[in-house]
């Protein structure tokens, strides 16, 4: 007996098994709805695997061809019959095209992709057994939120080949490939962190919706919670406010680190310790007022961030503009005021988006760069960030919430700055 022949054949047997169990169970839920259970697709996988061996050995592929034809016609032939189908009026052909791909599957592991077929029947098997949260994932999905991801698509497998990859500037400071790469690196973390706040929502809490609203603009979260500290301004809800706000931030420090280690991560041991010291600081306030939110005597009302899909080939451009200029200015301030021209630019660039900062000068600091210099230039441009969004704070909220805000900014700063002047 040839042991590798038999070995793929137990794991079609295993792929037809994986798939049955999960058809077996829905079977019991729903009876008349399903091709068949567990032995059904057993031997669906064991005819692909059977075929599948046939046509190599006897180097005939229409074999299984032919196979796959009847198993198709006869799947197709149950869905048209199957009196449970036509009294409710369903459609589907799900379990159809399960039994057409268990039947594939074991054919695939006869062929030498053993390994990708058990991938593949993984997958479907989770397809097919979550059905539920995949639903209701859709049904949180807009016809807005579609479109974006299409654009996000369009931006990177469309517009960012045919960009230049050279720079273009007197300067040698702007290139287009390189920094439309970095615009979509940009729009896709805050994607990532809008599909979170749509799958959590945004009424599961201060503290989940600080966090998953941090990934996508710690701003945002700020403003949210800053109006809604006068709608509520008691010592319990401003405990809430001041956690979630605080959790944004802390997310805001991890997303930078993150940048830098993507772009440039010879800078990671310069800047890891400022960023530690301040998302320790960061996460200690979070976590004192999140526990004092938890044992205050008054409920808290749930509050909703109105966050927005972040990405539109529109506020791209302008991203890319706002970065293209960033780079150019802090290549600039490198050459003719280093130091303080530095410092300068990060701290007034920070105060009015830190995301394209960090990305400028973790990219102009690329290979010989002053690392030290750049990191400093970093956390400046992050603790100006952070001092406009307290000043946010200040100026939109209400009660305890601007106190507890300015406690923590000035802790925070200290913590940046003393980590700058030790290390």
Known sequence: MDLEVARNFLIALSIGALIGIEREK???????????GIRTHILLALIGAASAWQARELAMAWIFVVTLAVVGIAVVANHLRNPARSQDGASGLLSEVAAFTACLLGGMVVVGHAALAVALAVAAS????????????VE?????DIYAGIKLLIAFFIVLPLLPNETIDPWQAINPHALWLLVILISGLSLVGYVAVRWVGTAHGIALTGITGGLVSSTAVTLNFAR??????????????????????LVMFLRAVTLVAIVNAGML???????????????AFAGWHYRASLTATAPVEQQGVAIANPFSLSSAIRFGAL???????????????PGTGVYLVSALAGSVDVDPLILSIAKANQGN???????????????????????????????????????????IAVAGLLAIWLF
Not at 126 to 137: C, D, I, M, N, R
Not at 140 to 144: A, E, K, L, T, Y
Not at 324 to 329: D, I, K, Y
Request: proline share 4%; with cysteine.
């Open 26 to 36: 829905k079977k019991d839920a729903e009876p008349g709805r399903s091709v068949g």
């Open 228 to 249: 809604s500290s006068r709608l509520q301004p008691e010592a319990a809800q401003a405990h809430a406010f001041s956690a979630g706000i605080l959790l944004a931030w």
């Open 126 to 137: 989770a397809v097919l057994a979550y059905k539920q949260p995949l639903h209701g994932l």
């Open 323 to 337: 970065f293209a200029v960033v780079l150019l200015v802090v290549k600039l301030a490198q050459e003719h005021a």
């Open 269 to 283: 041991h310069t800047i890891w310790i400022p960023f530690a010291l301040m998302g320790l600081v960061t996460a």
């Open 369 to 411: 760069g002053n690392l030290a210099q750049a990191s400093t230039a970093i956390v400046i441009g992050v603790l100006a960030n952070t001092a406009v969004k307290c000043a946010m704070v200040a100026g939109l909220g209400a009660g305890p919430t601007r106190r507890h805000i300015a406690v923590a900014s000035a802790a």
């Open 140 to 144: 949180r999905i807009g016809v807005d």
